[in-house]
């Protein structure tokens, strides 16, 4: 069933995002070229640097327009397929509520990644100028993967280590997704439970879950310092010391975000399953 | 084995008892009125049958099961609100509905849609308000549920569609299925139904068949609805 | 057929009466097939285990049978269906002579009010 939960809230967020990213793209490609080949119709005809001054303008606004549509189509998917009337439909549906919460889950994540990595490719673009540069040349750019094994070797880090970092890496940038995501689920889900003033209610627990996290991590993050002192704060001496504490760092700054994204998931279930109360 | 059955069951809202201790069986190839008036806990009741309310005492069975995925299954639900995503064209509903409801019959609702003129193309939002919410009708009839619970299907609509709701009720009409209609406009629906729940402020006072009424009463229900809950 | 339905008494006795009255005056003719239930109850209107009832009770009443595979038909006997007819008209004349009795008329009063009617109707009657 989470297929088929996914392919409709692919299908229903599509309608939005697809053309977003489609506009994106275009006016990233757009400033561009206007960055690349601008100079030289500049010095031919003056008044188009009007014209190219609003292409990276509206590339600009664009990167931003497309962020905040990525988190608003996330947090209306919910709240209106969810908690307003099309809940009467998704709720009745032989799925359970955590089919319901982790389409939304993925597909939001998605989109947002999607995004992310639209701007960040264009952008990495944008700033190599091909123009100068062949494949080849891009290639050598950076070390061989011979080059990288020996300088590996040579410090005592072994494939592992790389590979559980770039693990380590990968789970914290999607663990920051999920919880962005789950905060929104979590205030909304226990905002609804109420007869009256849902929108308010849903706000105060946004504010709420947020203040209980900060105090919650400023005081693990006092905690454990204090604990781990030493380690912490040991004179790294070698590049390999040097890799563990930033493996012990991203290690609790994981745990962390898995203890936060488990308290926002399990909010979330309850309100949708116990305190459900549409109007 | 009753296809419904809510044993004690209340609900409260803060303050307000919405549901007070309502005991309630529905048997198979029934069709049941639930009557009351305005504000006296029949969409309350369908919405807790349906698992979009949690019982505050009480339980629900569904063919024997609580409320869950797998009662969703046989439970065709028609909400009193629209509820379908005004996006959406009828086709694509119709795919979404023959996605999770393995007992959606398509050439059924095709049939029905044919009917009513209504094209595959069109969308929600192009409709006018009967238009969706004969659609809504459709939709819920076209399933070969073991239960509909139909909350205020002709409350609204003009009596050329209440004759056609009615109609499609009785057509879609399976002994092994039971139907709950949940209205406040008894003299329109009275001829379809076998039996009748009377509730006020959340409590069942009756349910007995349509024909014991009139036999015992020498009234309609509507008539002897009224006199029960004279102001 | 028409079906028109009083509040004060069951639905299905006066599903019973109208389904008769249609078989006594040949709408129904005998040795006919009856629609389904669930046609049936469409065209009245009415629930199907209401309609299924009063079937039930013609067929008690011996005015329909059932041929287990084919469905249910009207009788071919034809005596059956003149008690019907028997039995709807005596009815009919009871609420008659009741009414007349409230209006305060007496037998010969009755007797000669008919005949008048008889006279005055001759043309499109057909009594």
């Known amino acids: 069933m989470l297929g088929k939960l996914l392919k409709h809230e692919f299908r229903a967020t599509g309608r939005t995002m697809l053309p977003v990213l489609g506009v994106l793209t275009a006016l990233v490609v757009l400033a561009n070229l206007v960055v690349r080949f601008g100079d030289q119709i500049i010095s031919r005809y003056r008044l188009a640097a009007v014209l190219f001054a609003l292409i990276v303008a509206a590339a600009v606004f664009g990167v931003i327009a497309a962020e905040v549509m990525a988190i608003v189509v996330m947090v209306q998917r919910f709240y209106k397929n969810l908690l307003g009337d099309e809940g009467y439909l998704m709720h009745t549906l032989p799925v359970s509520v955590h089919g319901l919460i982790w389409s939304k889950l993925i597909v939001s994540l998605v989109w947002i990644f999607a995004t992310n990595l639209v701007i960040f490719l264009l952008g990495t673009l944008s700033v190599v100028n091909l123009g100068d540069l062949s494949v080849g040349q891009i290639m050598t750019g950076f070390p061989s993967a011979e080059e990288i094994r020996e300088a590996m070797a040579k410090l005592g880090i072994t494939r592992m280590d790389l590979w559980l970092l770039i693990l380590e890496a990968i789970l914290i940038v999607l663990c920051s997704g999920l919880i962005t995501c789950l905060h929104f689920y979590a205030a909304m889900s226990l905002g609804h439970m109420f007869t009256q003033n849902k929108i308010l209610m849903s706000i105060v627990f946004f504010v709420g879950i947020n203040f209980l996290f900060s105090a919650m991590g400023g005081i693990l993050g006092t905690v454990s310092i204090q604990f781990n002192a030493d380690r912490f704060f040991m004179e790294s001496s070698t590049v390999l010391d040097g890799l563990r504490q930033l493996r012990m760092m991203m290690n609790s700054m994981l745990g962390y975000s898995l203890v936060q994204g488990l308290i926002l998931y399990i909010a979330t279930a309850l309100g949708l399953q116990k305190g459900l109360n549409l109007a | ?231 | 057929m028409e079906w028109k339905f009083r509040s004060d008494l069951p639905i299905y006795s006066q599903l019973v009466e109208q389904i008769s009255l249609g078989i006594v005056s040949g709408e129904f003719p005998p040795g006919a097939k009856l629609p389904s239930v669930r046609d049936l109850a469409m065209e009245a209107g009415v629930n199907p285990n209401t309609m299924q009832r009063a079937l039930q009770e013609l067929e008690r009443e011996g005015l329909v049978y059932t041929q287990r595979t084919a469905g249910r038909f009207v009788t071919e006997q034809i005596g059956v269906i003149q008690g019907a007819r028997r039995t709807i008209a005596r009815q009919s004349a009871r609420i008659f002579l009741d009414d007349m009795k409230k209006l305060g008329y007496g037998r010969e009063e009755i007797l000669s009010l008919l005949e008048e009617e008889k006279e005055e109707n001759h043309g499109d009657s057909g009594v």
Request: proline fraction near 5%; charged fraction near 25%.
């Open chain 2, 1 to 231: 084995m009753a296809i419904l059955e809510c044993k004690g069951l209340s609900k409260r809202f803060g303050s307000v008892q919405a549901l007070d201790n309502v005991n309630l069986t529905i048997e198979p190839g029934r069709v049941v009125g639930l009557l009351g008036p305005n504000g006296s806990g029949k969409t309350t009741l369908l919405k807790l049958c349906n698992g979009l309310l949690t019982p505050s005492a009480g339980e629900i069975l569904i063919a024997g099961a609580k409320p869950g995925p797998e009662t969703k299954a046989v439970v065709s639900y028609l909400p009193d609100k629209p509820y379908l995503a005004d996006w959406m064209n009828v086709g694509q509903l119709m795919d979404f509905f023959a996605d999770f409801y393995g007992d959606f019959d398509r050439e059924r609702a095709l049939d029905m849609l044919a009917h009513l003129n209504i094209n595959e193309q069109q969308s929600i939002k192009q409709m006018s308000k009967g238009t969706r919410e004969k659609v809504q009708l459709i939709l819920v009839m076209s399933r070969k549920a073991g239960l509909y619970l139909l909350d205020e299907p002709i409350g609204g609509v003009d009596p050329a569609t209440r004759d056609y709701i009615l109609d499609t009720i009785i057509r879609n009409y399976n002994p092994a299925a039971a139907v709950v209609i949940s209205t406040h406009l008894i003299a329109d629906v009275e001829q379809v139904l076998d039996e009748v729940v009377f509730i006020r402020n959340g409590q069942i006072m009756l349910q007995s068949p349509v024909d014991a009424i009139r036999e015992d009463k020498g009234m309609s229900v509507d008539q002897y609805f009224r006199e029960v809950f004279k102001c």
